[in-house]
């Protein structure tokens, strides 16, 4: 073990840590804002609607991230037409080509688990609802939403910390990420050991800093379903 | 009887030892994505100047050979951690490099260069390439050299393979590229992807960052192996078999001054 091959080079893991935190950041943000209204519609939607959504869903969640993340890379980059066109200098750069591919990829995930939590939603409360006489977007926003995030939460946890891991794959398209600081101290030092050591601590520090909001979310939000708390009151 | 059963047993045991030692089987990481030193070939097969070469060192040597495909950014660590005996994949002997292996003679030396798309820039300047994107390959001669000379005016943009550096050069994600001018010229320029760029500034081979040529890495301290691929590196210079792969692959002197 040699540290000092580190702390020389930790500029490089800083560039690293803030390009992870930002494409897992930015693409968590886009792929969850996009798949609440695409979960509902893929509820309550017309088969015309659910359609296509079906289809984007099963192509992202049915291939693999890497595979996705080259088709948009490389195999974007094959075609004159995109090239001349006005989507190219977005598409250009490789930072964006992963921001698009890490955020529709979440997405497509985030849709299925939204959409569980919302089928699962107890047939007696939707009954209540309407016959309250609530519309359906009504019903959405006070009683299946709220109760479908709560429900939700453990998964989508898994699949923020899915996607933080999953953004390693953009050093693969020579984006300095964490990973990629890690291969570029290794390269330049031949000491693998302590180059993806320290990327590991790096990714296990924002895992459990993930874990540790999430923890406090559940606990706010799942109250209801704590066991009970002895006070004073009741001995 | 028991003597001579027991001095069999260390006669063999000694012969077992000394086998070991021999060389007659050794496994050579290759590189397998840095044309037209070492690609592989549409059926899969591994071929290239320094596939060649790595063959026929192995018939100067009588040894036994078997080839291990490795990905540039792990070769070395794969070396040291014995995955195979020795490199051959164009690796420049540096004094960086000398910490961590032994190096044999060299068995070839060129120049590195710069590429462009044509007429980007009329004449080579540090001033025009300002602010432009030049790829290279990660962790060779040419990423150290620019990450030296030109880290603070151009964006260095890094790549696993040269492979990828020419795919990413065509769709204009970088405006020019540093390696080899081998490798530019027969692995991109000559192909029909490569026509509209063009080699531009001047060559380059200052021996501070190119080193003395291209050599065959081995782990420190088993001299015996590098002394063999010595003595083979100028057999083949000798009788004229080296000569055939270079004509094979180039219509210049590879091997330098």
Avoid at chain 1, 50 to 63: C, E
Avoid at chain 1, 74 to 99: D, H, M, N
Avoid at chain 2, 90 to 101: C, H, Y
Avoid at chain 2, 210 to 234: M, V
Wanted: aromatic share 12%; with cysteine.
């Amino acid at each position: 073990m040699n540290l000092s091959i580190i702390t020389e080079n930790f500029g490089i893991y800083a560039e690293g840590l803030q390009n992870t935190l930002m494409l897992v950041s930015i693409s968590l943000a886009i792929g969850l804002i996009l798949a609440i209204p695409l979960a509902v519609l893929r509820c309550y939607g017309s088969q015309r609607v659910q359609l296509p959504i079906r289809a984007f869903v099963y192509f992202f969640r049915g291939t693999p991230l890497l595979v996705q993340m080259f088709l948009v890379y490389y195999g974007f980059g094959q075609f004159e037409v995109l090239k001349t066109s006005i989507f190219w200098p977005f598409f250009r750069e490789a930072y964006l080509c992963a921001l698009f591919t890490f955020s529709l990829n979440t997405c497509a995930y985030t849709v299925e688990i939204i959409r569980g939590a919302m089928v699962a939603t107890p047939h007696g409360e939707i009954e209540a609802a309407r016959a309250a006489g609530m519309s359906t977007p009504l019903m959405l926003r006070r009683i299946v939403l709220p109760s479908a995030f709560r429900r939700a939460l453990p998964a989508y946890s898994n699949e923020m910390i899915f996607m933080l891991h999953g953004t390693a794959l953009a050093s693969v398209i020579t984006i300095v990420d964490i990973t990629g600081a890690a291969r570029i101290v290794n390269s330049r030092f031949y000491s693998p050991y302590e180059a993806f050591l320290t990327a590991a601590v790096l990714y296990m520090a924002i895992t459990f800093t993930i874990v540790f909001f999430v923890k406090r979310l559940e606990n706010r939000w799942h109250r209801h379903l704590q066991p009970q708390q002895q006070t004073a009151e009741d001995n | 009887m028991r003597r001579i059963l027991g001095v069999a047993i260390l006669l063999c045991l000694l012969g077992t030892t000394v086998q070991a030692n021999d060389w007659k089987k050794v496994r050579i990481g290759v590189e397998g994505a840095y044309p037209p030193f070492s690609y592989v070939q549409p059926d899969g097969q591994l071929a290239g100047f320094d596939i060649d070469i790595a063959k026929a060192l192995c018939e100067a040597m009588g040894s036994e050979c078997v080839l291990v495909a490795q990905d540039w950014d792990g070769i070395i660590p794969a070396l040291l951690a014995k995955k195979y005996d020795a490199i051959i994949a164009s690796m420049s002997i540096t004094e960086e490099r000398k910490q961590k292996v032994d190096f044999t003679h060299k068995y070839y030396q060129t120049p590195a260069k710069f590429i462009q798309e044509k007429g980007m820039m009329n004449a080579f300047s540090t001033e025009a390439m300002k602010g432009k994107k030049v790829g290279v390959q990660r962790a060779t001669i040419h990423d150290r050299y620019l990450t030296d000379n030109y880290g603070q005016s151009v964006e260095i943009v890094r790549y696993a393979s040269q492979d990828e550096a020419y795919l990413d050069l065509t769709a204009g994600r970088v405006d020019m590229l540093l390696a080899d001018s081998v490798a530019l010229s027969d692995g991109f320029l000559k192909k029909p992807e490569g026509k509209n760029y063009e080699f531009i500034g001047p060559d380059l081979s200052d021996p501070k960052w190119f080193g003395e040529g291209a050599g065959i890495a081995i782990r420190k301290g088993e001299t015996d192996l590098a002394e063999k691929f010595n003595k083979a590196i100028d057999t083949i210079r000798a009788n004229g078999v080296y000569k055939q792969i270079q004509d094979k692959y180039f219509d210049f002197n590879v091997y330098g001054e």
